[in-house]
């Protein structure tokens, strides 16, 4: 394990570039060392990358509730990672309503136009298969 102090965000960093593919990312690592992260300069941005972190280990259901409970605080509504992250959870759960809903949400406040391509084929997809 690495060690951790307040430098985790550039260990986190290294972590990404070292996996040869997305795959390979070790995110069980990423996790512990968001958490740590979040003891020592908590802010909402942290959260949300835990809660990533979280996805990618122990699955979609536990990384929900805790963007579900970051959002109750309200410091991230105007962010649109927040909803998008949200509403990938949501596909995976197969909650495909939900899921559009959020990125529907996450699309009224994106402005890079690669990102908006992304959420747009996304919240197609979920629509789809609710037609």
């Keep these: 394990m690495l060690r951790t102090d307040k430098n985790d965000s550039i260990v986190v960093s290294a972590l990404h570039a070292r996996a040869k593919r997305p795959e390979?990312?070790?995110?069980a690592e990423i996790d512990l060392l968001y958490a740590n992260l979040e003891r020592l300069q908590p802010s909402p941005i942290v959260s949300l990358n835990r809660a990533v972190a979280?996805?990618?280990?122990?699955?979609?259901q536990p990384a929900l509730g805790l963007i579900d409970e970051l959002a109750s605080t309200?410091?991230?509504?105007?962010?649109h990672l927040l909803h998008a992250t949200r509403a990938d959870l949501l596909r995976r759960l197969g909650r495909?309503?939900?899921?559009?809903?959020?990125?529907?949400?996450?699309?009224?406040?994106?402005?890079?136009?690669s990102e908006r391509r992304f959420l747009e084929r996304r919240l197609h997809e979920m629509q789809a298969l609710d037609a």
Excluded: C, F, H, I
């Design 54 to 60: 979280v996805a990618m280990v122990e699955g979609p």
């Design 24 to 27: 390979d990312t070790d995110w």
């Design 74 to 79: 309200g410091e991230l509504d105007g962010y």
């Design 96 to 113: 495909s309503a939900e899921a559009a809903a959020s990125y529907e949400r996450a699309l009224a406040l994106v402005s890079n136009k």
